[in-house]
Nanobody
């Protein structure tokens, strides 16, 4: 059974930093798509950072480029999101997601929620001004 468990969310002042973690179990593939999404109240879920593990290609939404860094520790089977220079508009629930290498959902885009098969429960990030 695949489980994704996020942690690290907190209340932080604008300009501060946070590191989110996603502990992964039941999901061990040498090359796969994994990512971080966020959803603010009244808004749609949006992709912020994605990694194709194995070759560690990374992709970022324009809104976080240069501030956020996604990485994967294969030994710990943990996905991370380092967030620097946080802004009030980064306030949201942050979710970890993973895609099956084959046999899963149809591909609908790197940052499309529909592309990903597994989701965590989320961790809240609040950035105060």
């Amino acid at each position: 059974q695949v489980q994704l468990v996020e942690s690290g969310g907190d209340v932080v002042q604008a300009g501060g930093s946070l590191r989110l973690s996603c502990a992964v179990s039941g999901y061990t593939y040498s090359s796969s798509w994994m990512g971080w999404f966020r959803q603010a109240p009244g808004k749609e879920r949006e992709g912020v950072a994605v990694i194709y593990t194995g070759v560690d290609n990374t992709y970022y939404a324009d809104s976080v480029k240069g501030r956020f860094t996604i990485s994967k520790d294969n030994a710990e089977n943990t996905l991370y999101l380092q967030m620097n220079s946080l802004k009030p508009e980064d306030t949201a629930m942050y979710y970890c997601a993973a895609r099956l290498p084959s046999g899963g959902r149809p591909w609908s885009g790197t940052f499309s929620s529909s592309t990903y098969d597994y989701w965590g429960q989320g961790t809240q990030v609040t950035v105060s001004s």
